[in-house]
């Protein structure tokens, strides 16, 4: 059972435009949400995150924007550039019992490919 | 020099072969954690460690298993390997999951091994 999807594999958008990634999810009881981005022959990084509380978070180019209501995020990327071209994951944070650890529950991740 | 160090880089062997890849870090993290891409599915967690006392098993352990030998090392193993478990593994570290403290969970990569079982 998926409980974070990413339902387009991939996205093309022209320099300078908005490129917007989408994720859904099935549990309200995640509590923070995460957006990695991975390059070829590369670990993902960490790109922003947004607690469940907000409903936005900006970080120079790119906001986050959650509606738990709809259990929806999405990631908007402006203006896209050529170097955003990578796969995007978005990914559920979930506590681990009563302890500060927790895991990651990833979609499936989208490709974005930003022509120039 | 990078934080988490993934060796081999890349791995092709046959069914039935016992493989171990190995995971180093200095972040000094106590948390650890093991995944595999696959593609159209994302990251999935095979198994985390908590501290050098403590392991678990995550979404899709069958077939593997792992030892923490230090805080800095996390090993993955697969006692005798098959086709299926041909994909990209990745190591990752955190240090907690504590919002109030400002620890959000966020989980640092190494740069993965490409396995290929044959």
């Known amino acids: 059972d998926q409980q974070v999807k990413q339902n387009s594999p991939s996205l093309s958008v022209q320099e300078g435009r908005i490129s917007i990634l989408n994720c859904d999810y099935t549990?309200?009881?995640?509590?923070?949400f995460l957006w990695y981005k991975k390059y070829p022959a590369e670990g993902p990084t960490f790109l922003i995150s947004i607690s469940s509380i907000k409903d936005k978070n900006e970080d120079g180019r790119f906001t986050v924007f959650l509606n738990k209501s709809a259990k929806h995020l999405s990631l908007h990327i402006v203006p896209s550039q050529p170097g955003d071209s990578a796969v995007y994951f978005c990914a559920a944070s979930v506590r681990l019992g009563s302890s500060n650890t927790g895991k990651l529950i990833f979609g499936q991740g989208t490709t974005l490919q930003v022509k120039p | 020099d990078a934080d988490v160090t993934q060796t081999p880089r890349n791995r092709i062997t046959k069914t039935g072969k016992r493989i171990m890849l190995e995971c180093s870090q200095t972040?000094?993290?106590?948390?650890m954690y093991w995944y595999r891409q696959d593609p159209g599915l994302g990251l999935r967690l095979i198994y985390y460690s908590f501290d050098v006392k403590d392991i678990n098993k995550g979404e899709i352990s069958d077939g593997y298993s792992v030892s923490r030998q230090a805080q800095a090392k996390f090993s993955l193993s697969l006692e005798s390997a098959i086709p299926n478990q041909t994909a990209l593994y990745f190591c990752?570290?955190?240090?907690?999951?504590?919002?109030?403290?400002?620890?959000?969970?966020?989980?640092?990569f190494g740069p993965g091994t490409r396995l290929t079982v044959l």
């Open positions: 990752a570290t955190s240090d907690g999951y504590d919002l109030a403290g400002g620890k959000k969970n966020e989980q640092f």
């Open positions: 549990n309200s009881m995640f509590d923070y």
């Open positions: 972040k000094g993290h106590d948390r």
